[in-house]
């Protein structure tokens, strides 16, 4: 087994998740466009008997929000170093012509099967890909910068109650938050479907519980990361922490 993530680092991915699926819960109840209202308008209706009120869920949802934003400013704070700033360039350093391959590869793989690439004489094996894989890449990067807009235009109509006289702000951050959390839900979808329901892919999502990953997983699925570790003693140990800052895919 290697180590691949922290404590804090696991902590935070399901503080992230618990308060993301409660955010997505009641923002959807405050829909009030019928057709954008999920099921026909019976979960707003459900959502807001609920909390009492419409404008109860408004105030829970937006405590929520604070305490997620809060929370991952602290994190973002005191973990800048050790793992917001590895984490940030891991997931911008991008192999157009090897993530590509990759995307098609395990697309046809995952659809058709290995067997259709054998048979057009083309090799199965994936590209080597570092701590994070191009698909998983394509979920973070929107995540990440689509938590920062939504963060930013939830605060900005929440403050629009006591501040901003000039309503364009206001205004610009309603369709940005909306155009957010549509954006990151489409790919947290995917994302809950590849850690956790796609075939070969439970040990990722078991490390999220333990921290640990199987080493021949790693040498299979993150194989550059995996020889960085190899290179430098002490990582294997020491996990993430410093297996983060890689020399993956560099």
């Known amino acids: 087994m290697i180590r691949r993530h922290t404590r804090i680092d696991m902590i935070m991915h399901w503080f992230n998740a618990v308060c993301w699926l409660f955010l997505l819960a009641t923002g959807l109840g405050l829909l009030q466009n019928e057709s954008l209202q999920l099921a026909g308008g019976t979960w707003s209706r459900w959502m807001r008997g609920l909390f009492g009120s419409a404008d109860a869920l408004l105030r829970v949802h937006e405590v929520a929000g604070l305490i997620w934003a809060g929370g991952f400013l602290l994190y973002g704070i005191f973990r800048f170093r050790k793992s917001v700033w590895p984490f940030t360039l891991e997931i911008l350093t991008l192999s157009p012509g090897k993530d590509i391959r990759w995307l098609l590869k395990k697309g046809t793989i995952m659809t058709l099967g290995s067997g259709v690439l054998k048979k057009r004489g083309i090799d199965p094996t994936l590209p080597d890909q570092g701590f994070y894989n191009i698909g998983q890449k394509m979920f973070a990067i929107p995540a990440l910068f689509g938590g920062i807009l939504i963060a930013a235009s939830g605060i900005v109509m929440m403050l629009s109650r006591v501040a901003f006289t000039d309503t364009t702000w206001v205004q610009w951050s309603i369709p940005i938050h909306f155009l957010g959390a549509g954006i990151v839900s489409a790919g947290l979808l995917m994302h809950?479907?590849?850690?956790?329901?796609?075939?070969?892919?439970?040990?990722?999502?078991?490390?999220?519980?333990?921290?640990?990953?199987?080493?021949?997983?790693?040498?299979?699925?993150?194989?550059?990361?995996?020889?960085?570790?190899?290179?430098?003693?002490?990582?294997?140990?020491?996990?993430?922490?410093?297996?983060?800052?890689?020399?993956?895919?560099?």
């Open 192 to 250: 809950i479907y590849m850690a956790s329901l796609a075939p070969g892919e439970r040990p990722a999502f078991n490390s999220m519980f333990t921290g640990n990953i199987p080493e021949d997983f790693a040498r299979h699925h993150n194989r550059l990361w995996y020889e960085a570790v190899k290179q430098e003693p002490g990582i294997r140990d020491q996990g993430a922490e410093v297996g983060l800052i890689l020399k993956t895919g560099k």
